[in-house]
C-alpha cells in the first residue's frame, strides 16, 4: 500500500469539519496493511456543539474515544463500529479524543474469523464483546505523543493475531476494483469479471465486507458524486449520472437524497459558501440557508 489514503471522499463538508478538529491519517504497522486502510485520529476542543456528518465506507471500524461532555466514560471506551447503513452523525462538543482503525473493506474478518461480516452491519459494540484480549482505551488515549498513540493501535492488533484468509483478500481485491474502476457499474459485470454467479458474489460479500456488491458500488457512485458536488456548485447533474453508470439522473438524484438526506443541488448550494470562502468571496444568504442541516445536533 502506498500509505493512507489522502482524499476526503465520504466526509460531508469536510473543509468546515478541518477547520473545528484536528484530523490526521497514520499508517499502521508493515504486518497490519494488508488488513487496515490506516488510523484515524482526531482531537478537539469546541466552544460550542457542532455535528459531523459522514457517508461511510464500506468499512468496520474500531474506535477508541473519550468525552468531555455527557456520557462521559472515565478513561474512555472502545467499539466496533459495523458498516452504518446510512449517513452517520456525531455531535462533539467540548474536548475530546478519538483514535480509529479504518480496516480494509473485507480485512475485518481474519481478525473475528468466527462470525461473518454482516454480524456487524449497523452495530456498534464494546470491543470487549468482540475481541479477547480487552482493548486497553487509556493506553491508546492517554499519551500526548501521537506516535505513541499509533504504537498502541499497533501492538493491540497485533496481539489480536490476524488469521490469513484467502477469501478475505479476494473479498478486499474486488472492493478495491470497484473503487477505483469506474467501468464497474453493475454486480453482474463483476461476477462475470470475476468467474463467479452474482448469488456467489453476494454471499462473499455478505461473508467478508458486510454489504453487499450493489450497496459498494452505489456507494462508490456518491462519494465521487458529493466530491464533485463540493467542488463544483454548477455541476452538471445529468452529466455526472451517466458518468457514474447512472441510466438517468432521476437515479442517481433518488440515490443521492436517500443517502444524504438532501438533494444534489441544495447540497451544492450548501457548497457554495465554502468555496467562496477560499476565493475571499462573501457568501450569499440563500447559501447560507442550504448548510443548516450540517450544523444540527
Known sequence: MAGPRRDTRGIVDATELFTRVRFRRREPAPDLRPYLEHYWLIDWDLAKPYASHLVPHPSVNVVFQRYAAPPAHGNGYAEVSGIPPGLFAQRLEGRGRVCGVQFRPGGFRPFAPDRPASDWTGRRLPVDEVFVPPAPPSAVLDPADEDARVAAL??????????????????????????????VRRVDELARAEGVSPRSLQRLFAAYVGVGPKWVILRYRIHEALERAESDPAVDWAALALDLGYSDQAHLIR?????????????????????????????????????DFRNTS
Do not use: H, I, K, N
Not at 499497533?154 to 467501468?183: I, K, N, S, W
Not at 444524504?260 to 462573501?282: D, H, I, K, M
Open 255 to 291: 440515490d443521492f437524497t436517500a443517502t444524504v438526506g438532501v438533494s444534489p443541488t441544495a447540497f451544492a448550494r450548501a457548497a457554495v459558501p465554502t468555496l467562496q470562502g477560499r476565493r475571499g468571496e462573501a457568501p450569499c444568504q440563500a447559501s447560507r440557508a442550504g448548510r
Open 154 to 183: 499497533d501492538a493491540y492488533l497485533l496481539a489480536l493475531g490476524p488469521e490469513p484468509d484467502p477469501q478475505a483478500d479476494r473479498a478486499m481485491a474486488l472492493v478495491d476494483l470497484v473503487r477505483t474502476d469506474r467501468t
